[in-house]
């Protein structure tokens, strides 16, 4: 018995279910505590810059 390796199990990798997004949940787009931390973000970035190997993407 002390011989005995452990036998490692993968059968249980990958079989998680998927996260999915609730459709009834409300839209946080307009709210005043994340509109006020996306100002925040974007005063911070225009001060500071993006480094030289990100490159900014156009918003459409």
Do not use: Q
Not at 32 to 59: H, T
Request: proline letters at 10%; hydrophobic letters at 40%; glycine letters at 4%.
């Amino acid at each position: 018995m002390a011989n005995k390796s452990k036998k490692i199990d993968f059968s249980h990798v990958g079989i998680k279910p998927l996260i999915t997004v609730d459709p009834t949940l409300p839209s946080f787009e307009g709210h005043p505590f994340f509109e006020k931390k996306a100002n925040v973000a974007k005063k911070l970035l225009n001060r500071v810059g993006l480094p030289k190997f990100i490159s900014p993407k156009v918003a459409k």
